[in-house]
Every structure is written in C-alpha cells, then in structure tokens.
Nanobody, 123 residues
C-alpha cells in the first residue's frame, strides 16, 4: 500500500509564511511528478504548483513569486514554501503524486492523493 501524508497546515496572519510537507511511503518503486492542489469552500480544486522528478517546476499565476515547490527524492517528500500569504490562499491543500509500484514483476504508475491539510490566512 502507498500513503501520502501531509503536514504543516495552520492558521496564519496575512503576510505570514507556512511550509507544507507531503511524504510518500509504502511499497514504492519510484515517484514521478509531485503536485500541490488546493480547494477553497465552494470552489473547484486547482493546481497550485508541480515538480517533476528532475526538478522542473510550474506554478499557478496566483502564487508565482510567493510559493516555492521543492522535493527530496531520497525521502519521497515534496514541500511547499508559502510566503506573503493572503486571505485568498485559504483552502485545504492536497498533495498528489504519480507513483510507480511493481505488480507481478511489471511497473505500473498510479495517482495518489493525500488527505489534505487546512491553511487559513486571516486578514
């Protein structure tokens, strides 16, 4: 079994910073792309930031220059450093990862989601 466990969500004042972590564990052969999404009440889940296993990144326009995604491949962990937080960043943040597992001697890639971590930014 594979699990993604997120941590780091909290209540913070506008202008503050938070660092989210997401660790993948279980019978993992390799981890490809790792992403952060968020979902605010009444809104659709949106992609915030993504990173490939070689370190290429992309960001939503709304967070460029404020958020930084990074990963530690040895620990199968992805991070999201969030600076200059705004009330509109308030949401549940979810980690998503494309993970390769081996079944019957063959590799298969699956998409896994974490349980979500709440980020609340007060004005």
């Amino acid at each position: 079994q594979v699990q993604l466990v997120e941590s780091g969500g909290d209540l913070v004042q506008a202008g503050g910073s938070l660092r989210l972590s997401c660790a993948a564990s279980g019978s993992i052969f390799s981890v490809n792309g790792m992403d952060w999404y968020r979902q605010a009440p009444g809104s659709q889940r949106e992609l915030v930031a993504a990173i490939t296993n070689s370190g290429r990144t992309k960001y939503a326009d709304s967070v460029k220059g404020r958020f930084t995604i990074s990963r530690d491949n040895a620990k199968n962990t992805v991070y999201l450093q969030m600076n200059s937080l705004k009330p509109e960043d308030t949401a549940v943040y979810y980690c998503n990862a494309a993970i390769v597992i081996v079944r019957g001697g063959s590799p298969y890639e699956y998409s896994y989601w974490g349980q979500g971590t709440q980020v609340t930014v007060s004005s």
